[in-house]
């Protein structure tokens, strides 16, 4: 019995680092600007919301359009204000900072399977 509580002691410390882990590496990817990065784990589909413009976009186009916000707005570093996660989704708010401004950045993300899928991310001029 005891072994069986090790057992899943371990595999529950193992899950919750694989669940932050895959938020981390999109912060890398915000933190560096490389669209390819973040578009690792983006959802089927995936909302991006902009000042100029928001819509849904496949996984494809999302990685064109968030290509085209990094090559617009040269990311100078991105900080992380909060992170969580509530019922397997996590979450993270943060500044990315632009050489054209700072954004107040959201980011959502859902387990789905095995994996978390990135589902939304928002800018909002700061």
Do not use: W
Not at 29 to 53: C, H, L, Q, Y
Request: net charge positive.
């Amino acid at each position: 019995m005891k072994r069986f509580f090790t057992l899943f002691a371990v595999g529950a410390l193992i899950s919750s680092f694989a669940l932050f882990a895959s938020i981390d590496e999109v912060i890398s990817g915000m933190k560096a600007g490389n669209s390819a990065e973040v578009a690792r784990f983006f959802d089927n589909t995936v909302e991006i919301n902009m000042p100029e413009k928001s819509n849904s976009y496949s996984k494809s186009q999302a990685e064109l359009v968030l290509k085209d916000f990094f090559t617009t707005n040269t990311v100078k570093g991105f900080e992380v204000l909060h992170k969580g996660e509530n019922s397997g989704s996590q979450y993270c708010i943060g500044t990315l900072v632009t050489r054209n401004g700072s954004f107040r950045t959201t980011i959502f993300m859902k387990q789905k399977g095995d994996k978390q899928l990135l589902q939304e991310i928002t800018f909002e001029n700061k």
